[in-house]
Nanobody, 125 residues
């Protein structure tokens, strides 16, 4: 059983910072991608940032245009953990943030999509 456990959400003033963490636990053979999505009220869930494994413990990153230059995603492969450092937060960043991982539980199994339970980020004065 794979679990993604998020932490680090909360209330912050505009211009402030927050750091989200997500740890994957359980039987995990390989992780292809870890990332963060968000969903604001009345809107669809959207990709915020993702880090896809490259070679030799490296990873490639992608960001939504709205967060480029403000958010930074990073991974600790040894801990199966992904982080999202969010700086210069704006009210429009308010949403529930979901951790996402594409991983396989056995070397010969398929990669499957897993989600965390979500953590609320509210940016307001």
């Amino acid at each position: 059983q794979v679990q993604l456990v998020e932490s680090g959400g909360g209330l912050v003033q505009p211009g402030g910072s927050l750091r989200l963490s997500c740890a994957a636990s359980g039987t995990i053979a390989s992780i292809s991608r870890m990332g963060w999505f968000r969903q604001a009220p009345g809107k669809q869930r959207e990709l915020v940032a993702a880090a896809t494994s490259g070679g030799a413990a490296t990873y490639d990153t992608i960001y939504d245009d709205s967060v480029k230059g403000r958010f930074t995603i990073s991974r600790d492969n040894a801990k199966n953990t992904v982080y999202l450092q969010m700086n210069s937060l704006k009210p429009e960043d308010t949403a529930v943030y979901y951790c996402n991982a594409i991983l396989k539980v056995r070397l010969l199994s398929d990669y499957l999509n897993y989600w965390g339970q979500g953590t609320q980020v509210t940016v307001s004065s």
